[in-house]
């Protein structure tokens, strides 16, 4: 029986650098982990809990898996998704200057919003 504990399957604002889990069983054979849901595995000894990692931004989709001497697998699987990127925002033209003064019932702004995961472009209220 293998479970992760740690990364939970939320959203996260900051780097999940740690992978912990348990396992049980009798005859444990061998233990891996994979931070890209099982295109590259690395062996581990069975039991350790991994610190020291990187996640990626956006889904994350980690996995930790053991086997037995009989051949019996398990494996846990956790997606999670990580925005540490703050959105960037850029007053464009024809914004009205800080600190102007102008006689009329409206303001003129336009702005720019880009993200490390998402975009929103070209907003424009008058």
Known sequence: LVSIVYPQNINYTNNVTALNYTVSDLYLQACLYSLNNGTTNITITCGTNLTGLTSLEGN???LVSA???AGNLNIS?????K???NPTINFTSPTDSNN???NRNYISINITATDGIYNVSDISKG
């Open 60 to 62: 994350n989709n980690w």
């Open 77 to 81: 699987r956790i997606t999670f998704f």
């Open 83 to 85: 925005d540490s990127i």
């Open 67 to 69: 086997n037995d001497s």
């Open 100 to 102: 102007s003064y102008f």
